[in-house]
């Protein structure tokens, strides 16, 4: 290994122990990991700070913004309003109909969205024990019903992220959203499948009282806005997603439909302009152009490309591509279900399955796209963030936690890869 192989890895284990260890805000550590590549010399300012011009990043950053609003509008009351209703009706159908709601809901949100997932968990935790339907058996298949949307498409992020990736690598075809949506698909209808199974194996208990933040969560009547406020929300919703599934006809201007449609929210008054900058500039897009600099010095320094060549010989040429891929998913999604940093532990793997495949002749597009979404299909350990909430709220026993998640990761994992090979083929 060179220097600059050795500083380039130094500064990302330096970046990933921040983020491990929340010493610093979310999204603080790439900046600083940028600052650092410009003192050592590894990058110039330009270089290192590139994410923040990043095309993707540009894009996501506006459709944030969009997102806000939305969540400002009726449609989550209506949700919930469904789910109460659902749950008083009590059955195995109830059950289904509930899981299918939550996962609908996620289609507005996104997958992960933390906003969603908590009001989903509060909204359960303060549902009375109904032996027709004990919340014990609603909290973990709606908790992660919150990460698998129905109808996937809100998937920016993700396929920001995945675009990002492959052309750090210096791969520059370009890839269909839409396939990326079915993609996601595929593993949201395999959850739903697990969950619609695993009913009668969930345990039967009453859950913790709901606590006086979830109370208030559940009583407090949303805001309602103008109707005509809301439609014209909606619209810039659409039209910022149908940009984005188009981005291969439309070009470069598809980067930028999302910030117009959010210019379009903040004129309208849908979110006022601190409300705009915040998620505009929000953490995660922090991370997500902190990280491509990183990324951008550890490929530079010939460390990617290394790692890459020597996997590719130590597999040889016999190994199926789907083994390959379904690995590298689980190694990323167990760092990230250990770690607690589903964006760093994409952007350690994701390079490595990529210059894999380029040495086996292979295009890297299933790989990168199954990597970067399992980075956010771990869950199987009640460590960081929903997990650890589902099996608090839920009042769970490990073992009763693991009856659910363990085939439910693999099961996902699984079936994301099947699902990558076949609409991305090599």
Known sequence: MT???ILALGILILMIALIMSDKLPFGAPPLLACLL?????????QEAFAGFVNPSVIMIAGFMVVMAALQKTSLILKIQTSMVTLVNKGGYKSYALLIIVAMLGASLVGSGATGYYVLILSLVSTIPYSKKLP??????PLGFA?????IPINVALHFGITITVLETAGFTDKISMAKFSLMNLVMSLAFLAWCLISYRFLPDHPIADASEESKAMHETE??????????SIIAAFAISVVGMMFMNQIGNAAFVIPGLAASFVLMIGGLDFKEVRDNMGAPVILMMAGVIGV???????GFTAMVGDSMAHALGS????FIIILVFALLTSTSATFTGSNMGSVYIFAPIAIAAFISMGLNPTAAAAAVVVSGWNGGYMPIDGMPALIMGMGKYKLPDFWIFTVPMYFIRIIALCIGAVILFPM
Request: hydrophobic share 45%; aromatic share 4%.
């Open 37 to 45: 590549l410009v003192v050592t010399g590894l990058s110039t300012v």
């Open 318 to 321: 016999n190994v199926n591509p």
């Open 146 to 150: 919150t990460n698998h949307p129905l």
């Open 295 to 301: 990324a951008d010095a550890l490929a530079n320094s």
């Open 135 to 140: 919340t014990s058996k609603l909290m973990m």
């Open 222 to 231: 949303a805001k309602m806005m103008p109707a005509w406020k809301e439609y």
């Open 3 to 5: 220097t600059e192989m």
